[in-house]
């Protein structure tokens, strides 16, 4: 018999969902026993200290409810995103429902036992998280730090075409800049070959202790501002009037979303039905909902002062003052908890009833196990990699060719691009030319929805390999990471400097993947790829303000180097090598500093396919050991600390010629650290073998001193010397913004000299020499505006 899901019938098992998953939501944030109030409530039963949050629960419990109803009667490919902060029961609530939940966690069934267990963990010592943490089914965004739900739902349904992420948004959340900032996502939705994101704004009034902005306009201006960022508004009130006039009968509510839900589901399948009908790729103005809803929806209407509570600020956490050690208002919860008529929901064993269970989604199609929210599930494909080495550059000797590695790399990238036509992508905040990944930019283009006009604009196309359109890394880094989360693979291309503005998002995105290992039925997830380029040595039109390498010190601070990689590759080659390492990682963070000036290129294909591999290697062509102890060992890593320490390297073997130089190129700087805190770094004897105990190490790095002082530290090594950047800059010219930092060949061969006693007794004029030359250059680039000779015309001619 078919059912009739428009019918007021079932409208009452939308609402009997609604009313049971609040039930549950309350008992998780205040019991561990009894959860059916069969006999008076008991101290002992209470939690210790209620810990969690009400105000955002039952309205978005609500939505849940209305979207198992769409997805029951249209067939629907969904899954759920809670942008709200704090809405930890919500999911867990509503998988438990529908089964979910004690088919992940068995020890959790759907009987009185396992009703009191599921009360029990929720924001408890062992069990589950107040946010929607990786431990949540359906989960794929924690929503702890505010503002990227709508951006993860956006990178998840592309390349998705059957998919409807149905993202909730706090009207708090609304306010930050990210989310703010991701109201342009649907410029970037092709609606042909990607899915749909129907954002619903939660509007119910109140933060932490203020109103909301958004909820004190009327929807006049609501409907005017969204219509003006593009979308197709439709408001929504539980208000009789306006938000302090009374509530609408919880029926009428429950009739006029049916109807609401219909409309814009509808509405979405219409777009998408005309746009690959008839091959329509103009932007459409998809819809959105506003739903105006008291903050702490059927809650406690007042406090003990005669405040209100519902419909205010105080319904925010925990509303009402009863804990195991505080029972004098328990009345006040029994009437809550009864207040949902928890008889009509679950039977006395407490299985939920048929009432309850009619709005239940079955199989894969419950968002609370939909593939797309747990890595793709089994559709997720692994990446399909081309031959690195057939984009390699080729040259007799070490520097003798001059590339930019950006525009080399962008080659392989078109053709990992051209391999995984629905499977990788890349993003920007309109740097991508910039940045000189021009052969993916002219192949791949930039996917936009907006008009073109040509010649004006350049490489636009309704589909693209490229989201670069839209100048904020907030937008790019969330859906990077919606995109992999739902098991695709991609990279986030923007300059050095500025991957700061989304450092604490990859360190989000680091804490979601360290606690979704734990959980044994979460798939795996692609790397997350994040390139650092126009680094803090070369910045020609930009200066000071673009000077920043410290998002390598701020991921090493996190000490996961299981999740977290930093690559410093020194040329082209090193980055191709590096790369498919990167592209083939599982569950990490891979950082790639790389430069994309012209620089020289040092290490065949083979030498940087060994340096990648193990991290970092000895370079016989740049020593003069001849594998005896050396009498300096000189390391770096990335472009100019390599080119510098070779330039030095140079100097001092024409100076010395009888000096012992051992020069380690590094490209995974994590290696360097000691195996306690890695336990993939080198060995305590091939460290020693490498930089032997007594033997000074001049290290060029590219980051911030304290970083490599720390893992030298860890190694229990005092005699390095780290020649870094030094928080000093300027517009200048590229060979000053070294000398400044004191990273250039003149100070490291100045350093090392004067590091070795035997040399420093006897090195007075080759010391004058390196500052006759640096003051030199201090007065060369003010006369001439441009680096001297002695500089930009020195080639490796080999020590040999």
Known sequence: ??????????????????????????????????????????????????????????????????????????????FYIEGSGHGGQVMVSNSYLDGSYSELYPEIQQDEKGMAKLFKRFSFPGGSASHAAPETPGSMHEGGELGYSLSHGTGAILDNPDVIAAVEIGDGEAETGPLAASWFSDKFINPIKDGAVLPILQINGFKISNPTIV??????????????????????????????????????????????????????????????????????????????VPKGWTGPTTDLDGNPIENSFRAHQIPIPVAQDDMEHKDMLVDWLESYKPAELFDENGVPTELVTADNVTGDSRMAVNPITNGGGDKAKRLNLPDYRKYALEFDQPGSVEAEDMTEWAKYLNEIAELNPDNFRGFGPDETKSNRLFKFIDEQKRQWEGSVHTPNDENLAPSGRLIDSQLSEHQDEGWLEGYVLSGRHGFFATYESFGRVVDSMLTQHMKWLRKAKEQYWRKDYPSLNF????????????????????????????????????????????????SQKAFTDRECINVLVTSKQERPQWFSIDEATKIANHGLSYIDWASTDQ??????????????????????????????????????????????????????????????????????????WHGYKAMMQSIWFGRNRSNVHIHCYEEEGDITTPFDMRVVNELDRFHLAKDAVLSMPEYAEKSAGFVAEMDRLLAKHHQYIRDNGKDMPEVTEWKWTGLK
């Open 215 to 292: 909820s004190r306009m009327s929807d006049e201006e609501l409907t005017k501002y969204f219509e003006g960022m593009g979308w197709h508004p439709y408001i929504i009130s539980a208000y009789n009037g306006g938000e302090f006039d009374g509530y609408k009968d919880h029926m009428q509510v429950h009739e006029e979303m049916a109807k609401l839900m219909d409309t814009v589901i509808e509405e979405i399948k219409a777009i998408q039905k005309n746009a690959r009908e008839n091959n329509d790729e103009t932007l459409p103005h998809w819809p959105m909902i506003i739903f105006r």
């Open 531 to 578: 390139v650092a380029t126009s680094t803090v040595f070369q910045q020609d039109h930009n200066g000071y303000t673009h000077q920043d390498p410290g998002i390598l010190t701020h991921l090493y601070e996190k000490n996961r180097p299981d999740l977290i990689h930093e690559y410093l590759p020194a040329d082209t080659n090193s980055l191709l090598a590096v």
């Open 627 to 700: 594998n005896a102890k050396p009498d300096v060992v000189f390391a770096s890593t990335e472009t100019e600390p390599t080119m510098e320490s070779l330039a030095a390297i140079d100097i001092l073997h024409k100076n010395f010629p009888e000096m012992k130089i051992r020069y380690i190129n590094v490209i995974d700087v994590m290696k360097l650290m000691n195996t306690t805190d890695n336990p993939e770094a080198i060995s305590d004897k091939e460290f020693e073998e490498l930089f032997p105990t007594d033997v000074p190490v001049i290290f060029a």
């Open 1 to 78: 018999m078919a059912v009739d899901y428009d019918s007021k019938e079932f409208l009452k098992s939308v609402d009997a969902h609604w009313r049971a998953a609040n039930y549950l939501s309350v008992g998780q944030l205040f019991l561990m026993d009894n959860p059916l109030l069969k006999h008076d409530l008991k101290a002992s039963e209470v939690k210790p200290k209620p810990i969690g949050h009400w105000g955002t629960i039952s309205p978005q419990n609500f939505i849940y409810a209305h979207l198992n109803r769409v997805i029951k009667k249209y067939g629907l490919d969904m």
